[in-house]
């Protein structure tokens, strides 16, 4: 199967990022075999809360990409259903817009609450698109939170996108949002209030509330656009290019990030099926409700097995 | 710690929270004592996107709760700031409304993106709140994600709230929101579109969107409320009180996924801790961003060192 998708065969791949979002065995090994041929690709994450339109902003970007000559992989991974794991029709609506493009290649996620994890299941996905040699791979998260965190942990540039009239309370996502940022996106900018975001953004940064410890000096490129009429994304594209040129640090940072975050992604996961394993025949779950035993002692079990299996 | 913590100590609280969620050596025996002294608190998560006024409905909740003669602990997970874990002024801000009340304690906590992990740092915390005896707790959450999905696996109740006029995204959102939510709350239902999102969301419902494997006929309450003037609210609180009071099975289940959660965090805790420390002299990392080894290996050999730590 590795072989198949190295060779460009595109249904192989598709099933492989299925089987390796069920985490179904043998995905496993072909994903350990096509890791060689990974770490190719630019990896970039756009994230932002809902409604500030990611999703055009990404097909835009799609579009100029494709426009240089560059072929695109998009990641959505889409809040829908973290309890049956249902994926969600958008993607097949953007799917149009690009179909018969062989350059461009568009897979939703469901947010997988339980076995496996949306972290590895995304990492994954993104590893075999690195591999089947696309020049880059957006990674669209909807939501704040862990799953930002995430994203930044494994891309080469966090797109952070805002608009205008969100009201306050989004201003106290910022202290979160500046830290994961590496150039924001001030989308919907012919709306009233734009040059406010673009104000508030500055001011927070003047501040120092972006400052991370590993690149303490760093001030991310603000870039206003207007998505829906494909305003601002040649701008766009050139902050990103300019990012990932200066930043060559950065970029090798990156990788070190993704690696760490890859492990660990792939621990969890295990390590989550070994909790639901040991859990399943309920007799632990009624002694922890009963307070008979509790979680740390049952969780060093767990670890103990853990030898075993690994 | 555990013993000054039982006896009502609230400084003695304050600090095994601060501890837990450092996971500061000793923090760990003192929560193993203090767990078989809970489960009594009713555990009420208060989800959705940013700028839903969850922060509002929360405070007007903690009014009506104490109303009633009933203690609240607050936990409110704040996004802010995933890299350096400070924490956001909101706390001591809300907490004057309530300062002198012995019988509301808060606490916000910051998205810890490294080290142990939101879940685990919230389930210690809402742990000790509960065994200080307060009646209820209230886990208030912002985005849209895994961290909603975690809440919905600690709460007995998970309230989801709504505000007319977020746009076409947050419609795609309601598959996840649906499938978590106890009791959805349609707050600013003063401004235009409350009545459609009511509407919506039966409709919604109604496709079965909603469905869960564990409740396939549960129909959620839908209450409309203005928190900001406190309308509504009772009506919630008695939406609460009937699901609690209706769905003992599902109380049930509640406690019985919230051990198992409860387990998961504390070996995904430990396994992050395992991870970080296999990957601190960068060798690793170094082989792993060469592709001279893979993530899979690594991790294998990281969960066969687990054994000798647990």
Same mark, same amino acid.
Not at 35 to 39: Q, R
Not at 203 to 219: I, K, N, Q, T
Not at 255 to 263: I, L, N, T
């Given at each position: ?5 190295? %060779? ?22 072909? +994903?350990?075999?096509l ?5 190719r690709?630019?990896?970039? &994450?756009?994230?932002?809360? @809902? ?5 055009? +902003? ?20 889409? @809040? ?6 249902g ?13 018969? !493009? ?21 990492? !994954? ?7 089947? &040699?696309? !020049? ?28 205008? &009239? ?29 040059? =406010? ?18 690149? @303490?000096?760093? *001030? @991310?490129?603000?870039?206003?656009? *207007?998505?829906?009429r494909?305003? &601002?994304? !040649?701008? +766009? ?17 990156a990788? =070190?990030?993704? %690696?760490?975050?890859?492990?660990q ?5 295990e ?40």
């Open positions: 199967m590795a072989r198949a998708v190295l %060779a460009g065969d595109v249904r192989a791949a598709a099933r492989l990022m299925r089987d390796a979002e069920d985490d179904v065995a043998g995905a496993r090994e072909a +994903l350990r075999v890791y060689a041929h990974t770490g690709a630019r990896l970039l &994450g756009v994230t932002g809360a @809902p409604g500030v339109g990611k999703s055009t +902003l990404v097909d835009r970007l799609v579009e100029r990409l494709r426009a240089a000559g560059r072929t695109v992989g998009v990641v959505a991974v889409d @809040p829908s259903s973290p309890f049956t794991g994926a969600i029709l958008g993607d097949r609506v953007r799917m149009q817009r690009h179909s018969g !493009d062989r350059g461009v290649y568009i897979r939703s996620m469901a947010t997988r609450g339980a076995l496996g994890g949306l972290a590895r299941a995304t990492m !994954d996905v993104v590893r075999v698109l690195d591999a089947m &040699g696309f !020049d880059d791979v957006l990674v669209e998260t909807v939501g704040v939170g862990q799953d930002e965190v995430d994203v930044s942990r494994i891309a080469d540039a966090v797109l952070v996108v805002l608009v205008p &009239g969100l009201g306050d309370e989004v201003q106290s996502l910022k202290a979160g949002i500046l830290e994961i940022a590496d150039v924001f996106v001030v989308n919907k900018s012919d709306r009233e209030g734009a040059d =406010r975001v673009v104000q508030e953004l500055n001011g927070a940064m003047s501040l120092g509330s972006g400052a991370r410890a590993d690149r @303490p000096s760093f *001030v @991310p490129a603000i870039v206003k656009t *207007v998505a829906s494909g305003e &601002g994304v !040649d701008a +766009l594209v050139g902050a990103v290019d300019a990012f990932l040129a200066a930043g060559e640090g950065w970029a090798a940072g990788a =070190r990030r993704r %690696a760490q975050a890859e492990v992604a792939v621990v969890e996961a390590v989550r099926a070994q909790v639901a394993a040991r859990l399943a025949d309920g007799q632990v779950l009624d002694d922890l409700v009963a307070r008979r035993r509790d979680p740390w002692t049952v969780a060093a079990e767990i670890l103990a097995e853990a030898r075993a299996r690994a």
